[in-house]
């Protein structure tokens, strides 16, 4: 099973509203990843956040890592069509490899 | 650079029957990974290898199913006897470094796999 809790499961949103999506994990990170999956797609890596509290960002996209490095977030400003997707987050696990959230499923109308 | 290459990209097989998956690598990435991605869900950790040697198994669902990577390189998943609750997108991943986790993983187009 999965070793972290992402929320929502799905989002619709009108082409111009805001989009955010959580990750939740009981235990405290080392870093987390984010992943964006297009419809028939592979995932694609976003960004890795590494500090506590950290904030990055990408044009319209906000990232969060909380001060406990147990939750992160991630913030889409103004959706675009170009936005459809599911975004993942991906948390480490066991020294070697990632363990990804079930995602978030974005759909966007125009 | 040639990314990561998997084949076939779609897979119809019979129950019962074995298939071979096969995944390229980038090349001189140390780290690959199999994810099974079932229809809205996230990848599934199957398992990791480290050059050669599989240090991660996990996974792996059951004893039908058999990753190897011979030579540090291309890499193979096989399932035998597959089963209809096989079917699934088997994702490959690579990563340049040795430790996997907080690596950026650079993912595969995906085989495609229905069983019947």
């Known amino acids: 099973g999965q070793q972290v809790m992402q929320i929502p499961q799905y989002q619709h949103v009108q082409e111009g509203e805001d989009f955010t999506t959580y990750c939740n994990s009981s235990?405290?990170?080392?870093?987390i990843q984010w992943y964006k999956q297009r419809p028939g797609g592979h995932p694609v890596f976003l960004i890795q956040?590494?500090?506590?509290?950290e904030v990055k960002k990408q044009k319209r996209l906000t990232f969060q890592f909380g001060e406990a490095k147990k939750n992160s977030s991630l913030h889409i400003t103004a959706t675009q069509t170009t936005d459809v997707g599911t975004y993942f987050c991906?948390?480490?696990?066991?020294?070697?490899?990632?363990?990804f959230g079930a995602g978030t499923r974005l759909t966007v109308k125009p | 650079g040639a990314g990561v290459s998997q084949s076939p990209r779609y897979k119809v097989a019979k129950r019962g029957q074995d298939v071979a998956l096969r995944c390229d690598p980038i090349?001189?990435?140390?780290?690959l990974f199999w994810y099974q991605q079932a229809l809205g869900q996230g990848p599934e950790f199957l398992t990791y290898?480290?050059?050669?040697?599989?240090?991660?198994k996990s996974g792996l669902p059951s004893d039908r199913f058999f990753a190897e990577r011979p030579e540090g390189s291309v890499s193979t998943l096989k399932i035998q006897r597959t089963q209809q609750e096989d079917s699934a997108v088997y994702l490959c991943?690579?990563?340049?470094?040795?430790?996997?986790?907080?690596?950026?993983?650079?993912f595969g187009p995906g085989t495609r796999l229905t069983v019947l």
């Open positions: 235990t405290t990170l080392s870093n």
């Open positions: 956040l590494v500090k506590s509290g």
């Open positions: 290898f480290q050059n050669e040697a599989q240090l991660d």
């Open positions: 991943a690579s990563s340049l470094v040795v430790s996997g986790g907080g690596n950026t993983q650079y």
């Open positions: 090349s001189g990435h140390v780290s």
């Open positions: 991906a948390v480490p696990y066991n020294n070697n490899d990632m363990r």
